[in-house]
């Protein structure tokens, strides 16, 4: 996936025993909860456990933070199904195996539940147009991916000559994103999963 982030930032005035990943893991729960812009340096800090100097020592300011978090989410927890969806040798259990993932992912209790990218930064303002941009590049990074794996499987024969691979590649990118709204709204991992196996659905058989 994409790195967010642009610079180490300094670590002059970060506190003894400063755990990155830790307090990487507790900003990304307020920014979930809260949105972006809603999130303030001083609940961040609260939750982090540090003054807001060391926060802005660590991490630059809050966009950075956010776009680190952002970007420890998805490392966390896509990078790999998206590696297996691009390895999986039939394109439609490709397919299927990587929603069947989401859904586990977007109802875990190990991370917040329904995509970040998805809900975190869609309404920011203009001034924080360079946020909102960051994540838009990584919503489409999904779109990508599913375009090069869809067009894969018609190369080798899976999909039929005539499919409509960016239609399609974009169709199941919508799919994706809008599976974390239910997932926000406490919808149960088996129900989202239901939801995940229509996914295959939408290719064509040969």
């Not at 609940?43 to 970007?71: H, Q, T």
């Not at 994540?135 to 375009?147: D, W």
């Amino acid at each position: 996936m994409t790195d967010l982030t642009h610079s180490t930032p300094s670590r002059r005035g970060r506190p003894r025993n400063f755990d990155r990943d830790k307090a990487l893991v507790r900003a990304l729960g307020v920014f979930w909860r809260c949105g972006y812009e809603p999130a303030s340096v001083g609940e961040l800090c609260r939750v982090m456990d540090i003054n807001p100097p060391s926060l802005y020592a660590a991490f630059g300011s809050k966009a950075e933070l956010f776009l680190e978090a952002v970007d420890y989410y998805e490392r966390t927890f896509w990078d790999e199904p998206w590696e297996r969806m691009r390895q999986e040798e039939n394109v439609y259990d490709a397919i299927h195996n990587f929603f069947a993932a989401a859904a586990v992912i977007l109802t875990s209790q190990e991370a917040p539940c329904g995509c970040l990218v998805v809900l975190a930064a869609i309404n920011v303002s203009p001034d924080s147009k360079d946020v909102y941009d960051a994540v838009k590049a990584l919503r489409e990074e999904g779109r990508i991916y599913f375009r090069e794996r869809l067009q894969a499987g018609k190369q080798t024969g899976h999909l039929p000559a005539d499919t409509d691979v960016d239609g399609l590649a974009l169709t199941l990118n919508t799919l994706l994103e809008g599976m974390s709204i239910p997932a926000q709204d406490g919808i149960s991992q088996a129900e989202l999963k239901r939801i995940a196996a229509q996914a295959v659905r939408l290719l064509p058989q040969l």
